[in-house]
C-alpha cells in the first residue's frame, strides 16, 4: 500500500493537569528523558519493520505537553522517521506547544530539531478564563509567545476554548477578533464540553458552573464561523478553520480515515496491513508503557482487525466532521462494504429532509444543523 502514512508521537507530560482534559496526560516531578526517547525510537522502528517504506506525509508530536521533551528527542525522532519511511517533499511535522515563558525559549530549538509547523495552546485571552480553565499562562505571555512562533516558524496554528460559563456572544466575538489579528494560517477553536473523568466533570455535576446550552451554544458557534471567515479562514472541520491550503495535513488524515501509526504512551493507530486495517493501542500508564518497551520493543494491548462496518462506521464518523463531507467511493474502498449496505439509506434521506445532511458534488457532507447534532445523528444514520 502506497498511501502516504501519518505518524503521531505522544509525550503524556505535563507541567500541571488542566481540570477540563480527558488526554492521556500525567504530572511528573522527574522524567527520564533519555529513556522515554529510547522507548520511542524502538517502537517506531518495530512499526516501520511492520510496514515497509511507505510514503509519509506528516509527524505530530502531541500529548500531554510535547514541548516539555529535549529538541534532540524531537531531531532524533524526525531523523529515525525521515530515513525509515519515504518523507514527502512538503512533509509536516507539527510540534504542540504551551505559551509559557519556559516552553517560547525552546522553540528554536524545535525549529532546528526539524519542526515546521507549531501549535499552541492559548485557550484564552481573558484573565478569569484562562484562571477557570486552570492554565498556567497569561494573556501576555500567550501574545508573546505567539509573535516568537510567527518569527520562527512559517506555519502557526493556536487553540481557544469558547462556550464557557456566562460568555455572551459579543464578548466572545471581541476575544476572538483580538486573536484573529495575532492568527496566522490555522486556529482551532473548540467549544467547551464536560469530559468524563475530569476535574469539570466534578464540578458541573454538582453545579458548580453552567455552560451555554441549545440556541446560545448555537450561536457562539456560527459567530465563531463569521469572525473567522472576516479574517479569511474558513471552516474546514468542525473546530477547525484554516486559510485555503493551510489545513493540517496530519489531522487530515485522520478525518479522511487514511493510515496512521501512533507511538507512545496510550497512543492509537489505524494500518492497513495484508490487506487488512488493523487498529491498535498501547498502554496508557507512561512507567508502564517504559517497562513494556524496554521488555517487548513495544508497548502494545490491544490489537485486532477491524470488520467492514467498524471501517465504515469510523470512516463515517471522521469524514462527517469535515465541511468537504465523505465520498461514498472513499468509504466502499476503505471498508469493502458498498455504501448502501454501511448507511440506512432511509434514515439517510430522512435527515436529509430535515436539512441535516445534504449532498453536494457527489459527498454526502452535514448542514451546519447537522454539524451541531453530529453526535446524535451518526447512531442513526449507520446500519
Known amino acids: 500500500m502506497r498511501e502516504p502514512l501519518a505518524l503521531y508521537i505522544h509525550w ?5 493537569k488542566c481540570p477540563y482534559c480527558d488526554f492521556n496526560s500525567h504530572v511528573r516531578e522527574r522524567v527520564d528523558h533519555a529513556a522515554f526517547a529510547a522507548a520511542l525510537r524502538a517502537e ?15 509527524i505530530f508530536f502531541g500529548g500531554g505537553t510535547p514541548s516539555l521533551m529535549r529538541p534532540e528527542t524531537v531531531a532524533a525522532l524526525i531523523a ?9 517533499p512538503d512533509l509536516e511535522i507539527t510540534l504542540e506547544a504551551n505559551p509559557t515563558s519556559v516552553e517560547r525559549d525552546k522553540l528554536r530549538g524545535f525549529r532546528e530539531a526539524g519542526v515546521n509547523r ?6 484564552a485571552l481573558e484573565p478569569e478564563s484562562l484562571a477557570f480553565l486552570g492554565r498556567r499562562h497569561d494573556a501576555g505571555e500567550a501574545i508573546a509567545a505567539l509573535e516568537t512562533a510567527r518569527a520562527i516558524f512559517s506555519r502557526v496554528s493556536f487553540d481557544l476554548i469558547y462556550a464557557r460559563p456566562g460568555q455572551a456572544e459579543a464578548d466572545w466575538r471581541a476575544e476572538l477578533r483580538r486573536a484573529l489579528a495575532l492568527a496566522a494560517d490555522h486556529l482551532s477553536l473548540y467549544q467547551l464540553t464536560i469530559e468524563p473523568g475530569t476535574q469539570f466533570a466534578t464540578l458541573h455535576g454538582r453545579g458548580d458552573f453552567r455552560l451555554p446550552e441549545g440556541e446560545d451554544a448555537a450561536r457562539l458557534y456560527t459567530a465563531t464561523a463569521e469572525e473567522a471567515a472576516a479574517f479569511g479562514l474558513l471552516s474546514y472541520e468542525i473546530s477547525n478553520y484554516a486559510k485555503p491550503g493551510a489545513e493540517s495535513r496530519h489531522n487530515l488524515a485522520y478525518w479522511r480515515y487514511g493510515d496512521y501509526i501512533g507511538i507512545g504512551a496510550g497512543a492509537h493507530q489505524r494500518l492497513t496491513l495484508d490487506g487488512e486495517i488493523i487498529a491498535a493501542r498501547r498502554h496508557r500508564a507512561p ?11 513495544h508497548a502494545v494491548v490491544d490489537e485486532q482487525e477491524l470488520s467492514a462496518r467498524d471501517r465504515a462506521r469510523e470512516a463515517l464518523l471522521m469524514g462527517l466532521r469535515l465541511t468537504e463531507g465523505v465520498d461514498p467511493a472513499r468509504i466502499e474502498a476503505r471498508s469493502t462494504m458498498p455504501f448502501a449496505e ?13 436539512g441535516l445532511l ?26
Open 12 to 16: 503524556p507530560f505535563c507541567a500541571a
Open 80 to 88: 529515525d522517521a525521515t530515513a525509515l519511511f519515504d518523507p514527502l
Open 287 to 297: 512507567e508502564e508503557w517504559l517497562l513494556r518497551v524496554q521488555r517487548d520493543g
Open 44 to 58: 517506531l522502528a518495530r512499526e516501520a519493520a511492520r510496514t515497509g517504506r511507505r510514503p509519509l506525509a506528516s
Open 342 to 354: 454501511a448507511v440506512d439509506l432511509r434514515m439517510l434521506d430522512s435527515l436529509a429532509g430535515e
Open 358 to 383: 445534504a449532498w453536494r458534488d457527489g459527498r454526502l457532507v452535514a448542514t451546519t444543523d447537522g454539524l451541531l447534532r453530529l453526535d446524535a445523528i451518526l447512531p442513526l444514520l449507520v446500519n
Open 118 to 123: 507549531v501549535s499552541l495552546g492559548v485557550q
